[in-house]
């Protein structure tokens, strides 16, 4: 049975200030007992922080976050320089899920770089198996570009066998595919399924200032920027089918995630989706 958990991007905040510990503390009450670390240091007191969660919160450190090499401008792991210290990490945590949040933006250009990242990605996945760890791929809406009428995406999976996919299903939205057949697509090799909604926002009465003072370009940016992020239920995807299909693919682990909050708070959004979730049926994946 799959368990419902959150994605600690939207811990970042938390963790900083309270510590990776009282962050999931936080968590646990909502009644999330299942987190995937992603842009969180994993430095040796945050890994300290969260081994002890485990023993006192009864948390799952679903997954831990890695890239091939150093990420830009936000903490991470690298396999290329960190390798043994990833193992080491997650067998600290009991964690044997490692997944991969996006490809470096230079192998977005050609097909080649595409077909290079999944290659190199496919021989650490190699390397981790040998250590009883499995490594999966996380999809944005920018897999859903073509090269050669093929989906970036199917070519990442065609050529890294060893690795699986960890879907996304707002990104699914957003790139122009259906969230469900995109999960029947890659069953068998999902593990891990990220439970974000996708909402169309009203248009603020800013833009029809713009319009009404005659700025049409103004109007129409804002025009274009509805789409929105959004608590789980809250949107307009299709959950209460989704979750049966993330289910029926394999999937260990939906993950609750939300990239933007619209000046919510972190805890209410997290309430939010809890509660939606637990109204469709799903208490018992908690």
């Known amino acids: 049975m799959a368990i419902i958990g959150v994605q600690a991007m939207m811990l970042k905040d938390s963790f900083s200030e309270l510590g990776a510990f009282e962050t999931l503390r936080k968590v646990s009450a909502i009644g999330y007992n299942a987190v995937e670390?992603?842009?969180?240091?994993?430095?040796?007191?945050?890994?300290?922080?969260?081994?002890?969660?485990?023993?006192?919160?009864g948390m799952d450190i679903a997954a831990l976050s890695v890239m091939l090499e150093k990420p830009q401008g936000r903490p991470g792991d690298s396999l290329r320089?960190?390798?043994?210290?990833?193992?080491?990490?997650?067998?600290?945590?009991?964690?044997?899920?490692?997944?991969?949040?996006?490809?470096?933006?230079?192998?977005?250009?050609?097909?080649?770089?595409?077909?290079?990242?999944?290659?190199?990605?496919?021989?650490?996945?190699?390397?981790?198996?040998?250590?009883?760890?499995?490594l999966y791929y996380h999809n944005h809406h920018i897999e859903f570009a073509k090269f050669?009428?093929?989906?970036?995406?199917?070519?990442?999976?065609?050529?890294?066998?060893?690795?699986?996919?960890?879907?996304?299903?707002?990104?699914?939205?957003?790139?122009?595919?259906?969230?469900?057949?995109?999960l029947e697509k890659y069953?068998?090799?999902?593990?891990?399924v990220h439970l974000k909604d996708y909402r169309i926002g009203q248009l603020p009465e800013t833009a029809f200032g713009l319009l009404e003072a005659g700025d049409v370009a103004g109007f129409m940016a804002e025009f274009k920027d509805v789409v929105q992020f959004a608590e789980v239920g809250e949107g307009n995807l299709d959950f209460p089918a989704i979750v049966p299909a993330a289910q029926a693919a394999g999937a260990?682990?939906?993950?609750?995630?939300?990239?933007?909050?619209?000046?919510?708070?972190?805890?209410?959004?997290?309430?939010?989706?809890?509660?939606?979730?637990?109204?469709?049926g799903h208490a018992d994946l908690f």
């Open 37 to 57: 670390i992603s842009q969180i240091p994993m430095t040796a007191d945050n890994v300290a922080e969260l081994d002890r969660s485990r023993s006192e919160l």
């Open 81 to 134: 320089e960190d390798f043994d210290k990833i193992v080491d990490d997650a067998r600290t945590l009991d964690s044997n899920l490692l997944r991969i949040g996006m490809l470096p933006f230079p192998a977005m250009k050609s097909l080649d770089a595409v077909v290079d990242f999944a290659r190199e990605a496919n021989d650490y996945a190699e390397r981790l198996q040998e250590h009883g760890i499995s």
């Open 148 to 182: 050669d009428g093929k989906y970036m995406l199917d070519i990442i999976a065609e050529n890294s066998p060893a690795m699986g996919m960890e879907v996304d299903v707002h990104w699914v939205q957003r790139g122009g595919l259906d969230p469900v057949r995109t």
């Open 187 to 192: 069953a068998g090799r999902t593990a891990m």
């Open 252 to 280: 260990k682990y939906l993950l609750v995630e939300q990239d933007q909050l619209y000046g919510r708070t972190v805890w209410d959004a997290l309430q939010t989706s809890y509660d939606n979730l637990v109204a469709m």
